[in-house]
C-alpha cells in the first residue's frame, strides 16, 4: 500500500502515507481480513490519467510476470513522466501494493469522527517517524481520514487532505493537496483492493506555479489459481 499514497515528490516529502497500531473493534475486523491475503499479487488493469498529458491503460499478467500496453502510446509521454511510470509498474507488483495488509504497521487511528448508517469515519494521525519526515508546517495543515464500510467490513477510503496552504520549503508553498486511495471488494472471498488513487497538489515553487493532478484507476483484478 506504501507506494500508492506518495505524495508531492517535488518537494522530497515522505512517500508513505504511514499513517501504527491498536485499532478500534471495526478497524480491527477489516486490517485482520486484508492481512489473511498477505503477498496477495492478482492480475488486473490500471489506467493513468493526467489532464494535461492523457490517458495509459496497462495490464498486469501475474502468471507471467509482465506488463503489456492496452490503449495510449508511451512514447508521447515525457521522459520524466515514463520514468516515474516505470517506477510505478516496478512497485504495483510488490507484496501488499494493492490491498491493506499492512495497515497495523502504517496506520494510527486517532478517534471516530462520525458514524453514520452506512460506514465508520475515523481520525488518523501520524506515526513517529513521519513526523520526523514530514515538515511540521505540513503536519497541522493536512487532515487525515478513514471510511470504513460498515456493511462490507472493509476500509473505503483513506484520504489526506489540506484544511489551508502550507510551506514545505522556504521556497515552495502548496496551497491545495488531496490524495485519495479508494478500496472495494470484487472478490467473492478476496481481499479488498484499490481501485482508485486521485492526487491533487497546486501551488508555487522556485517562484512558478504548478497545478499537478492524476488519477489511477484499477480494475478487471483476477486472482491466480
Known amino acids: 500500500m506504501r507506494i500508492l499514497v ?14 501504527a497500531q491498536t485499532f478500534p473493534a471495526p478497524v480491527e475486523v477489516a486490517v485482520s481480513a486484508a492481512e489473511r491475503f498477505e503477498n496477495f ?20 499478467d501475474a502468471e507471467k510476470k509482465e506488463w503489456s500496453v492496452l490503449e495510449g502510446d508511451l512514447s508521447s509521454l515525457d521522459k520524466d513522466v515514463q520514468k516515474e511510470l516505470d517506477s510505478l509498474k516496478e512497485d ?18 486517532r478517534n471516530l469522527i462520525t458514524e453514520t448508517d452506512q460506514e465508520y469515519i475515523y481520525a488518523l494521525d501520524l506515526d513517529a517517524e513521519d513526523k520526523e519526515e514530514m515538515p511540521e508546517s505540513m503536519q497541522d495543515a493536512v487532515e487525515l481520514k ?25 521556497i515552495a508553498k502548496v496551497e491545495t493537496l488531496i490524495v485519495e486511495q479508494e478500496f472495494s471488494t ?9 481501485t482508485r488513487l486521485y492526487n491533487k497538489a497546486s501551488g508555487s515553487a522556485l517562484f512558478q506555479k504548478f497545478n499537478d493532478e492524476f488519477t489511477l484507476e484499477f480494475f478487471d483484478y483476477k486472482m491466480q489459481p
Open 146 to 170: 478513514l471510511y470504513l464500510d460498515k456493511e462490507k467490513n472493509h476500509i473505503r477510503l483513506l484520504s489526506m487532505k489540506s484544511i489551508r496552504p502550507f510551506k514545505p520549503a522556504p
Open 92 to 109: 504495483l507488483i510488490q507484496p501488499n501494493e494493492l490491498t491493506y495488509a499492512d495497515a497495523r504497521e502504517e496506520i494510527v487511528v
Open 6 to 19: 506518495a505524495i508531492a515528490a517535488t518537494f522530497s516529502l515522505s512517500t508513505s502515507f504511514s499513517l
Open 41 to 60: 499479487t492478482p492480475s488486473f488493469t490500471m489506467r493513468a490519467s493526467m489532464p494535461d498529458v492523457g490517458s495509459i491503460t496497462m495490464r498486469y
Open 186 to 194: 470484487p472478490f467473492p472471498d478476496g481481499p479488498a483492493v484499490i
